[in-house]
């Protein structure tokens, strides 16, 4: 499948990336919102709330449809089992638990833009894993953090978003998502690693996903700490290298991606 990454050959090149066209916890008994007895904290349910509370859907077919509220909802969507760009197994972040009656829907992190609120989707046509991993990005310091299970493991300058072309900020309890992966060389615009959320770009919306990725060539030119780039976030490739590294390319997707002021 062709990849769209929209880039020219300028330092002030587009970062839009791939444009349209680990030990985890069990799972919880079926049709039950409620985490399972073994894990840190048997009461939680799926919902998205810290560093250390997270959880990743896949469908357990090829498709699971989207729902725009939880039970009665009307369709909205569907989630789908590989990725839309590079064709690896999709993984959605969690963002909210509801229980209706025998029923635990989740609403996922599914792609679109930066006020999309995704879609919910039956607990059972899943399947579900509890996550590790959160990356953190903070445009007022503009650097890159990395946890695990709370732990800070990385802490990176980068390069953000330009005054005309910021890099969007998530909401307080709607993160972003790692949605796809796609590895490049030392030399390219992109470095190796184009690290895609499933979040459009705001301001180039036609060009691809805001995401992390490496530098090379002219954005070389650029140092780190600038605010600079077309909405994506600039890093080291060794930074990019060691945040694939850390999760696997398979643990990386659905990673929750909380982007601050």
């Known amino acids: 499948m062709k990849i769209r990454f929209a880039l020219a050959a300028s330092a ?4 839009a990336l791939l444009a349209p066209t680990g030990a985890y916890a069990a799972s919880p008994a079926a049709g039950s ?3 399972p007895a073994g ?4 009461d939680v349910a799926y919902r998205w709330q ?3 509370t997270a959880w990743r859907v896949r469908p357990a077919l090829e498709s699971v449809p989207t729902h725009a509220r939880p039970g009665a909802g009307a369709r909205n969507g569907a989630i789908a089992s590989t990725t839309q760009h590079t064709g690896i197994e999709a993984w959605y972040l969690v963002l909210d ?10 609403r996922v992190r599914t792609p679109g833009t930066v006020a999309s609120r995704g879609g919910w989707v039956d607990r059972d046509a899943v399947i579900a894993q509890r996550l590790k991993w959160q990356i953190e990005v903070d445009l007022s310091d503009r650097r890159v953090r990395m946890y695990r299970n709370g732990a800070l493991l990385l802490n990176k300058g980068v390069v953000i978003g330009a005054t005309d072309t910021p890099t969007p900020t998530s909401r307080p309890r709607a993160p972003f998502a790692i949605y796809d992966a796609k590895a490049g060389s030392a030399s390219d615009f ?4 184009q690290i895609a959320t499933n979040v459009l770009s705001p301001s180039q919306p036609t060009m691809g996903r805001i ?3 490496g530098r090379g060539g002219a954005s070389l030119a650029t140092p780190l700490g600038q605010a600079a780039s077309h909405g994506c976030v600039r890093a080291d490739n060794a930074t990019v290298d060691a945040i694939v590294r850390q999760t696997g390319l398979r643990g990386l997707l659905g990673v929750p991606v909380v982007i601050s002021a």
């Open 211 to 213: 995401g992390l990725h």
């Open 97 to 106: 638990a509801r229980q209706m009656g025998a029923t635990c829907w989740l």
């Open 12 to 15: 002030a090149a587009t970062c």
């Open 33 to 35: 919102c409620v985490n």
């Open 190 to 193: 992109t470095g190796t690693w």
């Open 39 to 42: 894990s840190s904290r048997a």
């Open 50 to 52: 810290s560093r250390t």
